[in-house]
């Protein structure tokens, strides 16, 4: 087991544990067809740099071509799309580091409806932009606790919707189309690498799995400084962090959810952590050798398996999910 993982070595996973998770396969399917008539049909993208160093057969999961730029507007809008109208009549709100929020803002731009996403002041302010660009109004706190507080005051005293970015079957269930395509294009599959923020993603991803071909092994990456998930695993339940610290903005939430832990708990093999630094020479080279362009958070998959933290044999044929490619080029200076 490699360093700062999990152990999950005792996983089982069979029909009975997931018939009894939140979300199902068929959700999953009906997200596909609710969702994909408004969005992209990512590509995958197969490196042989990548695959070179790490001595496996490499493919990049390409959510930064995704609509708004990372894999969040699946799951916004199928979420968005099962409300009633008289919760499209008042409008919805959410919390973000900015990737969801661009979701949730296309998705409402899309409904024709108003959309207000709550953020820290320091968030990216590419992100801030784009969000206000599809519509959303942006609104701060100074740090993700109060920005927290104020959404969930507006709640209170205007009605409006809440929309998570995560703790939602169906924003899983949008999530798991992702695992839906891979299996199309890459039927040889045998891991599949996922940065966790949240952990919608790998909950959609894993319930796709574990539902369909569950030999398939599915990892979650996330940072050192953020490690969310991770300790909630330990735990045996959601864990609040008292604060985040990365560079990996997307996958700085600050608590873990109890429809993700209960996924990620079942169908989740193991999960790792990767430092800053690990995920810079990442970007580097995903930015510098497959020319796509990613968010830190994005090149957290590929890290975990160049520094061998995802221990996986020779010749494996590996998916890594690069989730998102939204940063500003003065943000990418002060990176590389």
């Not at 899983?172 to 040889?188: F, K, R, S, T, Y």
């Not at 959810?257 to 995920?279: F, M, P, R, Y």
Request: net charge negative.
């Amino acid at each position: 087991m490699a360093t700062g993982a999990t152990d999950r070595s005792n996983l089982t996973t069979n029909a009975s544990a997931i018939a009894d998770l939140p979300v199902s396969i068929d959700d999953v399917y009906a997200a596909r067809e609710r969702i994909m008539a408004h969005l992209h049909r990512t590509p995958l993208v197969a490196s042989a740099t990548l695959s070179n160093l790490t001595g496996m057969r490499y493919s990049l999961k390409a959510e930064n071509l995704q609509r708004t730029g990372s894999f969040k507007s699946r799951g916004a809008l199928n979420a968005m799309l099962q409300l009633t109208p008289e919760q499209l009549a008042g409008g919805v709100v959410t919390f973000s580091a900015g990737n969801h929020g661009q979701g949730v803002a296309y998705a409402a731009g899309l409904l024709g409806i108003p959309s207000w996403v709550y953020m820290a002041s320091n968030a990216v302010p590419a992100k801030v932009d784009a969000i206000r660009g599809y519509g959303g109004e942006a609104v701060f706190g100074e740090t993700i606790t109060e920005a927290l507080e104020k959404m969930h005051a507006a709640i209170e005293q205007d009605g409006r919707t809440y929309v998570s970015p995560f703790d939602d079957p169906h924003v899983v269930a949008g999530q798991g189309v992702v695992a839906l395509e891979i299996l199309e294009d890459a039927p040889d599959v045998e891991a599949i690498v996922v940065p966790i923020g949240g952990g919608g993603l790998i909950s959609g991803i894993s319930l796709v799995m574990k539902s369909l071909r569950p030999e398939i092994r599915v990892y979650g990456v996330e940072p050192v400084g953020a490690p969310t998930v991770f300790n909630s695993l330990a735990a045996g339940k959601p864990m609040v962090l008292e604060s985040v610290s990365t560079i990996a903005d997307g996958l700085a939430a600050p608590y873990a959810g109890n429809v993700t832990q209960k996924i990620i708990t079942a169908c989740v093999d193991e999960v790792v952590l990767v430092s800053d630094d690990e995920i810079k020479e990442a970007l580097d080279l995903i930015i510098t050798r497959t020319k796509l362009f990613a968010e830190p958070a994005g090149a957290a998959a590929t890290a975990a398996l160049l520094t061998r933290r995802v221990e996986l044999p020779e010749n494996t044929r590996v998916v890594a999910l690069l989730s998102g490619g939204n940063m500003s080029l003065d943000r990418l200076k002060t990176l590389l």
